[in-house]
């Protein structure tokens, strides 16, 4: 199989605009899904030859820059336009890890409820997340950096201590503006949010921890 079937090259003009929905983007020109360009069998020989890898539920171009519209972008088919990735997914998508969670946890971005089937590698909350609270990323929606730095912090495991340890390394403003909104906000868990956020000041944030 050629690599040219999966290069990078596009025509001229034909930019990503990742934060307009429904448009020509990454995700329709880099991202490939079982059974929609291709099949699940063309897609697992490609990726035997070298010419594509996976990323997240999707597959790129081996010589594809991966960016957070792309990560975000792989996320279409369980996003689709109601749901939005948070806490470690989310974390994921801003580059805080090289790989996804092993159970992405998404929430209802959209005033309508949504019937989500349970899935046993999703984690979905229906608590519709406020629409300043999230940015559209490779056509699907994410939580901000701030919004996903206060999930983070919320919730008291290893894991998600070091997603936001890093995410506020990466981000600094976000941690400042994820402190205010708690500090305004009532949400469960608040303190210990609190408490853990001022303690990642940028000159004693380690992120190896």
Same mark, same amino acid.
């Not at 010419?51 to 972008?73: H, K, M, N, Q, S």
């Not at 990735?85 to 090289?98: D, R």
């Given at each position: 199989?050629?690599?040219?079937?999966?290069?990078?090259?596009?025509?001229?003009?034909?930019?990503?605009?990742?934060?307009?929905?429904?448009?020509?983007?990454?995700?329709?020109?880099?991202?490939?899904?079982?059974?929609?360009?291709?099949?699940?069998?063309?897609?697992?020989?490609?990726?035997?030859?070298?010419?594509?890898?996976?990323?997240?539920?999707?597959?790129?171009?081996?010589?594809?820059?991966?960016?957070?519209?792309?990560?975000? #972008?792989?996320?279409?088919?369980?996003?689709?336009?109601?749901?939005? %990735?948070?806490?470690?997914?989310?974390?994921?998508?801003? #580059?805080?890890?090289?790989?996804?969670?092993?159970?992405?946890?998404?929430?209802?971005?959209?005033?309508?409820?949504?019937?989500?089937?349970?899935?046993?590698?999703?984690?979905?909350?229906?608590? %519709?997340?406020?629409?300043?609270?999230?940015?559209?990323? #490779?056509?699907?929606?994410?939580?901000?950096?701030?919004?996903?730095?206060?999930?983070?912090?919320?919730?008291?495991?290893?894991?998600?201590?070091?997603?936001?340890?890093?995410?506020? %390394?990466?981000?600094?403003?976000?941690?400042?503006? %994820?402190?205010?909104?708690?500090?305004?906000?009532?949400?469960?868990?608040?303190?210990?949010?609190?408490?853990?956020?001022?303690?990642?000041?940028?000159?004693?944030?380690?992120?190896?921890?």
């Amino acid at each position: 199989m050629s690599c040219g079937r999966f290069s990078t090259a596009t025509p001229d003009g034909s930019a990503a605009e990742d934060r307009v929905r429904h448009t020509a983007s990454m995700r329709s020109v880099f991202l490939y899904f079982v059974d929609d360009r291709l099949s699940r069998a063309e897609l697992s020989a490609a990726r035997l030859d070298g010419d594509i890898v996976e990323l997240g539920d999707a597959y790129i171009p081996a010589d594809a820059v991966e960016t957070a519209a792309l990560r975000a #972008g792989s996320l279409a088919r369980l996003l689709g336009d109601s749901l939005a %990735a948070t806490h470690l997914s989310a974390a994921w998508i801003h #580059g805080t890890s090289p790989f996804p969670p092993a159970r992405h946890t998404v929430q209802r971005a959209v005033p309508r409820r949504v019937h989500m089937a349970p899935e046993r590698q999703v984690v979905y909350r229906d608590l %519709a997340v406020a629409q300043s609270d999230l940015l559209i990323l #490779g056509g699907v929606r994410v939580t901000s950096h701030a919004r996903t730095l206060m999930d983070l912090a919320r919730v008291p495991d290893a894991e998600h201590e070091l997603a936001a340890r890093r995410l506020a %390394a990466a981000s600094p403003e976000a941690r400042d503006a %994820a402190i205010e909104r708690l500090e305004r906000g009532a949400l469960p868990h608040k303190r210990r949010a609190l408490s853990f956020l001022r303690g990642l000041a940028p000159d004693q944030l380690d992120v190896t921890r």
